[in-house]
Every structure is written in C-alpha cells, then in structure tokens.
C-alpha cells in the first residue's frame, strides 16, 4: 500500500462538510449585510457556538489533528462564506495561538476555555502585538510591564494597534498583551500577559474604518496603568527571569522557536485567503457560462476561458504551498526555507489576484455591491498585510534560503 496520499481521511471529509454546510447557510447569505453594517455580527457568533464551532473543544480538535490538515480545511470553507465574519468567528484563536504558544499546561487549561465562554455566555479573545510605531518591526515595542514585587502583580502602560476584537467590552474578552520587560533586549526581552476580563485600565481606542473584512472588529487598546496579578505572565517569572539572562550574557535562546511557532500559524492564515479565491473563482466560472456577449457565452472566449484556467491552477498551487506548511508545523519538520512564510505569502496574493480577475470577468456587474465579488476583492487584500506583510514574508524566505542576515 502506498504510503503517500492526498485524500482526506473520513473525520477531516465529515469536517470540511459540516463547515461548508454551515458557511453556506449561514455565513455567506450575511455576508454582504454585515460587510455594510461594520459591525462584529454576534447573532453569526452565537449560531457557531450553539453547533459547537465557536468553542475551545473544537479549536483543540482542529489542532489536534496529527497530519494538520484540519484547521486549514475548516480555515478556506468558512472564508470561502465570508472572509470578514470567519475573523469575527475565529479572531479569537489568535489569543489562543498566544497562551499556548508561550504558556504553562496550567495557563492553557484555565484561560483558552475563557476565550470562548458558552453558547449562553460568549466571550472573546484578542492578541496585541502591534503598535502605532511597531508593525513588521516588532522589536521597536513601546509597551512596558513593569514588575511590582510588593504586590506580585505586573503593571502594563502603552497603546496597542490594529488589534482584531481589540477592546471589545459588550462581552467578557481576554486580552493576551505583548510587552517589553527590558527595552534595551528589544525583541528577546518582551513577555506576554493574559489580561483578564473587566480588567480596569485596559480601554479601547478608536476603531478602525476599513477597506474589507468590515465584519471583523479591528480597533486600538490602551492600557493605562493594567495591573495583572503575576501569574499572569505566560510561562512564568522563573522562565521569563532564565531567558532574560540568558539574552543579557549574549547566550542563544528559545526566540527561534517562538519565531517559528510564529511561522507555524501562518498557513492558516493562507487558508482564508484561499478560500476568498475559491469563492471568486467559482462565481466568475459559473457567470462566465451564463453571460452572453456576441451571440455566445462569454467562457468561449479564450480571453475568459484561460484566465479561469489560470485562477483554478494558482489557487491549487496555493493550497499545496498551504497544506505541505500545515502538515511540516503538525509533523514538527522545521521550515528551513521558510515554508510557513511561502502559504501565506502566495495564497494571499493569489487571493487578491483572483478576485480581481473576477471582477474583470463579472464586467460592470463584478464592479458594483449588487454581485459579492467586490466585497471579496476589498477582504482579499488584508492577507497580504496582516500577520507578516507580503515583503517581510519574502524576507523570512530569503534569510532562510540563504543564511544571509538580509536587512
Ligand atoms: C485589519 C487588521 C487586523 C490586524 N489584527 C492584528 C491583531 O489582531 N494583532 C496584532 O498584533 N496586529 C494586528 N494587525 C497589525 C498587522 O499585523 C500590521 O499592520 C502589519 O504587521 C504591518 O505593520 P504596519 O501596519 O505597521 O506596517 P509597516 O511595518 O509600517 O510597513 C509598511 C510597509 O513597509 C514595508 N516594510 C516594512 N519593513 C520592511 C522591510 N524590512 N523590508 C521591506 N519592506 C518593509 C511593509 O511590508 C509595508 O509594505 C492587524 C492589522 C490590520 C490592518
């Protein structure tokens, strides 16, 4: 029996399924209604947590699965319904992807259940790491925790940007906040911190009007002298204290590995992006096959026929870049070349690629709000700006190809 496959096993098949059913039914036919709202769409959020899809129990199924297919199959089938409502839905795992990334088993268990909270009582998550002045240059962090030995408690000043759920307070919401304990360290001596719901000091700044993903809260968060108790430090003192002063005599540390945990959530990331492609390229196909022009339907013109080719065959490609990624993050192979970095890099510009392509196929009608495609056109381009922009994903691939430190 031959040891490679690329056939999904039954439980991924029945996944993908349950999801496509649900971004069909659901989420697609909100999508365009929530697009003009610019409102996070709680009634979508609340459904999702009544089916089990909006829980921590299905984040840890999903990220559990040994060959890692499963988070990106889920990741494109609810994008392909509305990319803006999929980040209002799982926005929250970026909080979870940082208390599992640099937490203790014992932070994990008390805090990812809260990201999420129940079906009658939903909370959210955020993950702050940008700032004003710090975006792909994370190392420039401003924000400072200082630690209060007294009162075994942190104490967070700064102002985060960007920040997707950021200060959200109309349900309870975790913040999970990136700090610089030593500036002089700069990027090896920043911690992170879980600020809890209803924590005073912690506000939110202005939202963000944007381009796409409307759906999706993006808005800035003060924090204004935060007082977190000190085990609420991911990882804790002990190993913030070992990797500091470690950093301070020069030695090498663990920032690899965080850059590399980094890396691993990157094709997921990718899988949204391909399934706002998908979405455009099935519509483009089936209008290309109505639309006359001349007498004849307009795909039997080559001029349309090759570029729906053309976006079948890169969005294909793309998700090969995406699950060869996810499954080296699943099986532990490190990205020597910078594997992670390339499914997002290519799917997020195909993304953006292929719905312009279909709204030069749509014509007029691909142009206006009556046809999705637009509104896909303007959610695509997110994905080659945020976690790691196009340039600094190109960046990460040319460093690790050629060992060179490229500035
Ligand atoms: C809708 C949205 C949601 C977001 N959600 C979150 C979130 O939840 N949490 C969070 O922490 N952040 C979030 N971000 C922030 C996002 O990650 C940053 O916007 C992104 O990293 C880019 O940073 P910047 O905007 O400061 O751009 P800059 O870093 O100022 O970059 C500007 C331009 O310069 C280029 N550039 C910069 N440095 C280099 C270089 N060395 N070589 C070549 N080109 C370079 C960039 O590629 C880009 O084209 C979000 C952003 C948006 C827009």
């Known amino acids: 029996m031959a040891d490679f496959s690329m056939d999904l096993n039954e439980d991924q098949e029945q996944i993908k399924k349950w999801v496509h059913d649900f971004a069909e039914q659901v989420v697609r036919p909100a999508g365009h209604e929530w697009d003009e709202r610019e409102e996070t769409p709680w009634p979508i959020i609340e459904e999702a947590a009544k089916i089990g899809m909006y829980s921590w129990e299905f984040?840890?199924?999903?990220?559990?699965?040994?060959?890692?297919?499963?988070?990106?199959?889920?990741?494109?089938?609810?994008?392909?319904?509305?990319?803006?409502i999929t980040l209002a839905i799982f926005g929250t795992t970026l909080a979870v992807a940082g208390i599992v990334g640099n937490g203790t088993p014992e932070q994990v268990a008390e805090w990812v259940p809260q990201c999420f909270g129940t079906p009658d009582d939903i909370h959210v998550g955020a993950f702050a790491v940008s700032e004003p002045d710090a975006g792909s240059d994370v190392s420039s962090l401003r924000t400072r925790a200082v630690y209060d030995e007294a009162k075994d408690e942190w104490v967070i000043?700064?102002?985060?940007?960007?920040?997707?759920n950021g200060g959200i307070d109309k349900v309870p919401n975790v913040h999970v906040v990136v700090a610089?304990?030593?500036?002089?360290?700069?990027?090896?001596?920043?911690?992170?911190?879980?600020?809890?719901?209803?924590?005073?000091?912690?506000?939110?700044?202005?939202?963000?009007?944007?381009?796409?993903?409307?759906a999706s809260h993006t808005a800035e968060v003060v924090l204004d002298d935060v007082r977190v108790p000190g085990s609420c430090l991911l990882g804790g003192k002990e190993k913030l204290d070992a990797r500091l002063a470690r950093a301070r005599e020069g030695k090498s540390s663990k920032v690899q590995a965080a850059m590399s945990t980094f890396e691993a959530t990157r094709p997921?990331?990718?899988?949204?992006?391909?399934?706002?492609?998908?979405?455009?390229?099935?519509?483009?196909?089936?209008?290309?096959?109505e639309r006359r022009a001349f007498g004849k339907a307009i795909i039997e013109n080559q001029a349309i026929a090759f570029k729906l080719a053309d976006m079948k065959m890169e969005i294909d490609a793309a998700?090969?870049?995406?699950?060869?990624?996810?499954?080296?993050?699943?099986?532990?192979?490190?990205?020597?070349?910078?594997?992670?970095?390339m499914s997002k890099l290519k799917a997020g510009e195909v993304a953006v690629w292929a719905t312009e392509q279909a709204i030069q196929i749509l014509g007029g009608y691909g142009y206006t709000r009556e046809y999705p495609v637009e509104q896909w056109h303007r959610d695509s381009k997110i994905y080659t700006i945020f976690e790691g922009t196009s340039e600094i994903q190109r960046l990460v691939i040319a460093r690790a190809i050629s060992g060179v430190h490229i500035p």
């Open 59 to 84: 984040v840890a199924q999903c990220f559990g699965d040994p060959t890692g297919l499963t988070f990106p199959i889920v990741s494109e089938e609810m994008s392909w319904g509305d990319a803006g």
């Open 157 to 164: 000043n700064g102002t985060k940007a960007w920040i997707t």
């Open 180 to 214: 610089s304990v030593d500036p002089e360290l700069k990027a090896r001596g920043h911690a992170s911190f879980v600020v809890p719901p209803g924590t005073p000091g912690l506000r939110m700044g202005q939202k963000y009007k944007k381009h796409g993903i409307r």
């Open 268 to 289: 997921l990331v990718g899988a949204q992006a391909l399934g706002i492609g998908r979405a455009a390229y099935e519509y483009a196909l089936d209008y290309a096959k």
């Open 319 to 341: 998700r090969l870049l995406v699950w060869r990624a996810a499954w080296m993050a699943a099986t532990q192979k490190p990205f020597e070349s910078g594997e992670g970095s």
